[in-house]
């Protein structure tokens, strides 16, 4: 249009002609006007963008905080539906309560650290070890969890008459004879305790195992002892019939000799306090080691022990709004401080379930009134502890536990700010400035709680 105004001849007349008609087309009034409108619709097309985007963000960090939790919760109740596998009873009521502090629930497949103070860590005594995140709960689980459970075949004695099971003369070691072949056509998988006593296996090395072996005759009878690697073989030709388990083409595999002692070993002292009757002496232990010899054993089983907690990362315990929160799985040898596989290998309890569980809390269902049920109410002397403030130790047959888990997202979203959470179970959070959940910092992340029942067989009552 100016091109074409411009190859025109100059004249005053034509162009006021054209001003006046293209005032007629465009008013000022109709430029602002339109350009108002377009503005508007750009604003509005951004904000949707935006807030397209800002919604999808979220859903992904809640998606992510949701799926984190699923996982960390799965693992956990995995672990403690099986609490107890291989025969370790949940509770013993012939356990002296140990002072000052008893655990609770006094048990011994399952344990729970209630109510973490400040400054607190995963091995009590040694501050090398991962810090546990102040208020949150500490969960113990004890069994024969990730692998097998060995069958012994009780109906095929050895020379000595003895099933598999041996006791040497000082009555406080011996081993016991595990087959590939349990009954006629019937086969387990002995690979797990192949690599625990094959010494020419790439990385091996000494690990003073607890070792749960049943009676034949009555489940509750068993007893924790210390593998000995050192006399242990993969040849057990007394009890086992030869197979080829390994598929060499040559039947030559019969099974593993577990040699084991109760007395002297570098876990002794602990495995003896899971035993039956488990104390500052083993003769008790020495009784049944001594009965296994007329009644055989049924099964054995490799004992493990997981405690799950709430890492906290971090720099200072004080630093409560840039909480950095993991929870964690960490393995010990049963029942001791000793981090395994690598005893004084503190650094190493630090296997991530989920990041950014900020709490985790147990609570425990008991029948204490021999009904079959651990009935919940909503004052603290319901038959559950740990799920009301004022709880105190209860006594009688374990029926439940709850996890509950509270996660947050990733990262703050400055324009959000989250209900205010009240507590979970027995854990009270607090407001105000200095409370680690309801602090206007802490709201800026959205929440989530997952909880989990889980029902638990038992066959033992705690004693009052
Ligand atoms: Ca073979
Ligand atoms: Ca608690
Ligand atoms: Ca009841
Ligand atoms: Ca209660």
């Given at each position: 249009?100016?091109?074409?105004?411009?190859?025109?001849?100059?004249?005053?007349?034509?162009?006021?002609?054209?001003?006046?008609?293209?005032?007629?087309?465009?008013?000022?009034?109709?430029?602002?006007?339109?350009?108002?409108?377009?503005?508007?619709?750009?604003?509005?097309?951004?904000?949707?963008?935006?807030?397209?985007?800002?919604?999808?963000?979220?859903?992904?960090?809640?998606?992510?905080?949701?799926?984190?939790?699923?996982?960390?919760?799965?693992?956990?109740?995995?672990?403690?539906?099986?609490?107890?596998?291989?025969?370790?009873?949940?509770?013993?009521?012939?356990?002296?309560?140990?002072?000052?502090?008893?655990?609770?629930?006094?048990g011994l497949a399952l344990l729970v650290?209630?109510?973490?103070?400040?400054?607190?860590?995963?091995?009590?005594?040694?501050?090398?070890?991962?810090?546990?995140?102040?208020?949150?709960?500490?969960?113990?689980?004890?069994?024969?969890?990730?692998?097998?459970?060995?069958?012994?075949?009780?109906?095929?004695?050895?020379?000595?008459?003895?099933?598999?099971?041996?006791?040497?003369?000082?009555?406080?070691?011996?081993?016991?004879?595990?087959?590939?072949?349990?009954?006629?056509?019937?086969?387990?998988?002995?690979?797990?305790?192949?690599?625990?006593?094959?010494?020419?296996?790439?990385?091996?090395?000494?690990?003073?195992?607890?070792?749960?072996?049943?009676?034949?005759?009555?489940?509750?009878?068993?007893?924790?002892?210390?593998?000995?690697?050192?006399?242990?073989?993969?040849?057990?030709?007394?009890?086992?019939?030869?197979?080829?388990?390994?598929?060499d083409g040559a039947v030559d595999d019969?099974?593993?000799?577990?040699?084991?002692?109760?007395?002297?070993?570098?876990?002794?002292?602990?495995?003896?306090?899971?035993?039956?009757?488990?104390?500052?002496?083993?003769?008790?232990?020495?009784?049944?080691?001594?009965?296994?010899?007329?009644?055989?054993?049924?099964?054995?089983?490799?004992?493990?022990?997981?405690?799950?907690?709430?890492?906290?990362?971090?720099?200072?315990?004080?630093?409560?709004?840039?909480?950095?929160?993991?929870?964690?799985?960490?393995?010990?040898?049963?029942?001791?401080?000793?981090?395994?596989?690598?005893?004084?290998?503190?650094?190493?309890?630090?296997?991530?379930?989920?990041?950014?569980?900020?709490?985790?809390?147990?609570?425990?269902?008991?029948?204490?009134?021999?009904?079959?049920?651990?009935?919940?109410?909503?004052?603290?002397?319901?038959?559950?502890?740990?799920?009301?403030?004022?709880?105190?130790?209860?006594?009688?047959?374990?029926?439940?536990?709850?996890?509950?888990?509270?996660?947050?997202?990733?990262?703050?979203?400055?324009?959000?700010?989250?209900?205010?959470?009240?507590?979970?179970?027995?854990?009270?959070?607090?407001?105000?400035?200095?409370?680690?959940?309801?602090?206007?910092?802490?709201?800026?992340?959205?929440?989530?709680?997952?909880?989990?029942?889980?029902?638990?067989?038992?066959?033992?009552?705690?004693?009052?």
């Amino acid at each position: 249009m100016a091109r074409t105004t411009e190859r025109q001849p100059f004249s005053p007349r034509r162009l006021f002609s054209l001003q006046r008609r293209r005032e007629r087309g465009f008013t000022l009034i109709e430029m602002v006007i339109s350009l108002a409108v377009m503005l508007q619709i750009m604003v509005a097309t951004f904000l949707v963008f935006e807030s397209n985007r800002r919604l999808s963000q979220v859903q992904t960090a809640t998606a992510e905080m949701q799926q984190s939790l699923r996982i960390g919760q799965h693992d956990m109740v995995r672990l403690l539906r099986m609490g107890g596998r291989g025969g370790l009873p949940l509770q013993d009521p012939s356990l002296p309560i140990p002072t000052p502090e008893p655990p609770i629930p006094f048990g011994l497949a399952l344990l729970v650290r209630n109510d973490i103070g400040s400054n607190e860590h995963i091995v009590v005594a040694n501050t090398t070890s991962p810090r546990v995140m102040e208020g949150t709960d500490v969960l113990t689980v004890r069994g024969a969890l990730n692998n097998p459970v060995y069958i012994l075949d009780r109906d095929q004695p050895n020379t000595a008459g003895t099933r598999g099971f041996t006791l040497n003369p000082d009555g406080v070691s011996g081993s016991v004879e595990v087959c590939w072949q349990v009954a006629a056509g019937l086969r387990q998988d002995l690979a797990a305790l192949v690599n625990l006593v094959d010494a020419t296996q790439p990385g091996f090395t000494f690990r003073q195992e607890a070792l749960i072996m049943v009676s034949s005759f009555d489940d509750r009878k068993y007893a924790v002892v210390e593998l000995v690697e050192e006399g242990s073989t993969l040849n057990a030709s007394n009890t086992c019939v030869a197979i080829d388990a390994d598929d060499d083409g040559a039947v030559d595999d019969t099974g593993v000799t577990l040699e084991f002692t109760s007395e002297g070993g570098l876990h002794t002292l602990d495995y003896n306090k899971i035993s039956p009757g488990g104390g500052t002496t083993n003769a008790e232990i020495q009784a049944r080691l001594a009965e296994f010899v007329s009644e055989g054993i049924s099964y054995i089983g490799v004992l493990e022990e997981y405690r799950y907690y709430v890492r906290d990362e971090a720099d200072s315990p004080a630093n409560t709004h840039e909480i950095q929160s993991v929870l964690t799985r960490s393995r010990f040898y049963p029942n001791t401080d000793n981090p395994y596989p690598t005893i004084d290998n503190f650094a190493s309890l630090k296997v991530d379930i989920a990041e950014n569980v900020f709490d985790l809390q147990i609570a425990i269902g008991f029948d204490t009134d021999g009904d079959g049920d651990a009935e919940e109410g909503p004052s603290s002397s319901d038959e559950w502890i740990f799920n009301d403030e004022g709880d105190v130790q209860l006594n009688g047959m374990l029926r439940s536990m709850r996890i509950s888990t509270l996660v947050r997202t990733d990262r703050p979203d400055n324009k959000y700010q989250a209900p205010i959470l009240l507590g979970l179970e027995d854990r009270v959070y607090g407001t105000g400035a200095t409370s680690a959940i309801n602090s206007d910092e802490a709201r800026k992340y959205r929440r989530r709680i997952l909880r989990s029942d889980v029902s638990l067989r038992n066959n033992f009552q705690i004693q009052p």
